[in-house]
């Protein structure tokens, strides 16, 4: 026999032996239902107990179900309360434990990445000076301006160039400083020394030296003539002297061929010849030397027995 209920809208059909079982499963006892009339859907029955874990059988089929699906329904909400209790333990302790470690730990990372970045731009971007520059020595004629090497200046933040004289100082009135370019102007005897390029930034500094050598071109005291005329047999005399700082050296040449060393001497800056003849003619040079530059005077000798 089957009996069917209605129960929240819900169609229950079970046969007595299932609910007898379901009974035995919540701790009932079976034989209280024994004398129930099973032709009947619906009986009278005396009232029930509450369902609990202790149920004490309903009287009637209908109450037995809904007991039954109460006692279920208790069961099922215990477990989920169980799962919720769980879940809220679990994320309390998330929420407490693990994020507070995951942060400091990021927190802890972001301030190494931060500091890495600071120091790998630092290390990419920033130096202390570097200075490259030809020593030298520069010359230039005395009145004249004169440009030294380009101060080669490397660093980050951007270094501070500047100049200085050794020893003495920069005359303020002929020297124009441009970054790592010094240009001295109507050059003298005193501009002559060495000349400090420095570079300064706050991570350190550099420095190198160049130096600059001003002459004066030579000037002839004596010359000798442009133009000579001899007879052979006949000696000859060229005087030849000049000054200069450094003093220069006086020698001389001939411009084409070479000459008998035997006949013709050179001595304190004078040329001698003796005994001449027609093939010394020609153009004899006189050179006053100094570094880097020299001055000539030319003469024309002429032997001719006409």
């Known amino acids: 026999l089957n009996y069917e209920i209605h129960i929240s809208h819900t169609s229950w059909l079970v046969s007595l032996q299932e609910a007898l079982h379901i009974i035995k499963l919540i701790s009932c006892d079976a034989s209280v239902f024994s004398s129930w009339p099973r032709n009947e859907k619906h009986s009278s029955a005396p009232d029930s107990h509450s369902c609990s874990s202790k149920l004490v059988c309903p009287v009637s ?3 037995l179900l809904i007991c039954t699906a109460a006692l279920v329904r208790v069961e099922i909400i215990n477990q989920r309360v169980h799962s919720v209790e769980d879940l809220l333990a679990e994320g309390s302790k998330v929420s407490i434990d693990a994020p507070s470690y995951k942060q400091s730990e990021r927190v802890e990372s972001v301030g190494e990445f931060d500091n890495k970045v600071t120091k790998e731009g630092r290390d990419a971007t920033e130096a202390p000076p570097r200075v490259q520059l030809a020593p030298g020595p520069t010359y230039v004629k005395s009145g004249q301006k004169v440009t030294l090497p380009k101060c080669h200046v490397t660093g980050f933040p951007a270094p501070v160039i500047t100049w200085r004289k050794l020893p003495g100082s920069l005359p303020k009135d002929r020297t124009v400083q441009d970054g790592g370019i010094l240009t001295v102007g109507v050059a003298a005897k005193h501009d002559i020394g060495s000349y400090v390029c420095h570079a300064n930034n706050y991570l350190g500094e550099a420095s190198a030296v160049t130096s600059l050598v001003v002459l004066s071109v030579p000037k002839f005291n004596t010359k000798p003539p442009e133009t000579v005329i001899k007879t052979p047999g006949d000696k000859l ?43 010394d003619s020609g153009i004899y040079i006189c050179e006053a030397k100094v570094p880097y530059y020299t001055i000539e005077a030319r003469t024309e000798l002429v032997v001719t027995s006409k």
């Open 61 to 63: 089929i209908v109450s």
């Open 237 to 279: 005399s060229l005087s030849c002297s000049a000054t200069g700082d450094p003093f220069p050296t006086i020698s001389w040449k001939r411009s084409k061929g070479a000459w008998e060393e035997e006949r013709i001497k050179v001595h304190r800056g004078s040329l001698n010849i003796s005994a001449l003849n027609e093939g």
